[in-house]
């Protein structure tokens, strides 16, 4: 079975540094994703890890540690704008049709 | 540019109906999904297609089902519509190979009465 963890809210301020975890447990991995999703709105994608280490996209990074079952994606200089649900999805080895098992999100605030 | 279709995005039905969700996507993708999506659970899948005509239980397949009959569409159906089935329904779909993101609709909020 797997079974993914995230926090279910964090608050920042503006211009700030948040990091939000993900830890999972499956039955093989084959890829990590993490989507943003504002409120009312699809989730949309921002990174993908499946070997160790980080992965850097403007001010959104990604890290990925297989041994440990761990993620985080870390979002730098805060807008208001990142204000939304970050979801993290992982991808079982031998999945069928690509299918994901997603966490519950972490439904970030940025204040001013 | 992907695009994944919903047909509505609110949806107001009544206890004991059979309820139609549509998704079409334009990107000649093999897999489709439907998840339910509720606050504090997370989405939760519900059923996929990996193919036209093939399709697989998710995690909470109880009262729905499913069809697709072309590769660009693929249904959801509740047969006999009850409250807990009220939720916000996406669809997603993506192609074949490993590190491929899915690609979302923009969900249709769906209240049984």
């Known amino acids: 079975g797997q079974n993914i963890d995230q926090p279910t809210e964090m608050t920042a301020t503006e211009g700030a540094i948040v990091q939000i975890n993900c830890t999972y447990q499956?039955?093989?991995?084959?890829?990590l994703f993490w989507y943003q999703q504002h409120a009312g709105e699809a989730p949309t994608f921002l990174s993908y890890?499946?070997?160790?280490g980080l992965e850097e996209k403007g001010r959104f990074s990604s890290f990925l540690s297989r041994s440990k079952g761990y993620s985080y994606l870390l979002l730098k200089e805060l807008q208001m704008k990142d204000s939304a649900s970050y979801l993290c999805a992982v991808r079982p080895r031998g999945a069928a049709g690509n299918k994901l098992t997603f966490g519950g999100g972490t439904r970030v605030l940025v204040k001013p | 540019d992907v695009k994944v279709t919903q047909s509505s995005r609110y949806l107001v039905k009544r206890t004991g109906e059979k309820v139609f969700l549509e998704c079409v996507q334009d990107m000649d993708h093999e897999n489709m999904f439907w998840y339910r999506q509720d606050p504090g659970l997370g989405l939760r899948l519900i059923y996929f297609s990996y193919d036209v005509k093939m399709k697989e239980k998710g995690d909470i397949p109880e009262g729905y089902s499913v069809s697709r009959e072309k590769k660009e569409r693929f249904s959801l159906i509740l047969e006999s519509a009850s409250t807990n089935q009220t939720s916000m329904y996406l669809c997603?779909?993506?192609?074949?190979?490993?590190?491929?993101?899915?690609?979302f609709g923009d969900g249709t909020r769906l209240s049984i009465l």
């Open positions: 499956t039955s093989g991995f084959n890829g």
């Open positions: 890890n499946v070997l160790d």
């Open positions: 997603a779909s993506i192609p074949q190979g490993l590190n491929q993101p899915q690609h």
